[in-house]
């Protein structure tokens, strides 16, 4: 099991900018998949992100793309998310997750096996 906890939610106000952390422990490998989602009041989780840890590929929500980049730094088992031109539609719980499957590559967040506690992020406008 991997274990992921985030940080660098908040309130900002429209047009700002946050920089969300995902630190993994325990059982982490350079194949995984470690995806971004969101989820708002009253609305199905989403999916915001993703990034290969091995090769660095990602991979954007339209929603999201152009203003949102995901990266990681492997030597400290963390992957960001660094957020841009923040619109009140951003407005969410932000969670990280793992997904452990050899060659995965999904948006779907029913594949994803290991979850944060997600952190909130709140744009206003």
């Known amino acids: 099991q991997v274990q992921l906890v985030e940080s660098g939610g908040g309130l900002v106000q429209a047009g700002g900018s946050l920089r969300l952390s995902c630190a993994a422990s325990g059982r982490t490998a350079s194949n995984y998949v470690m995806g971004w989602f969101r989820q708002a009041p009253g609305k199905e989780r989403e999916f915001v992100a993703l990034?290969?840890?091995?090769?660095?590929?990602?991979y954007y929500a339209d929603s999201v793309k152009g203003r949102f980049t995901i990266s990681r730094d492997n030597a400290k088992n963390t992957v960001y998310l660094q957020m841009s031109s923040l619109k009140p539609e951003d407005t969410a719980v932000y969670y990280c997750?793992?997904?452990?499957?050899?060659?995965?590559?999904?948006?779907?967040?029913?594949?994803?096996?290991?979850w944060g506690q997600g952190t909130q992020v709140t744009v206003s406008s």
């Open positions: 990034i290969r840890w091995s090769s660095g590929f990602t």
């Open positions: 997750a793992a997904d452990r499957r050899l060659g995965a590559l999904s948006t779907r967040y029913a594949e994803y096996d290991s």
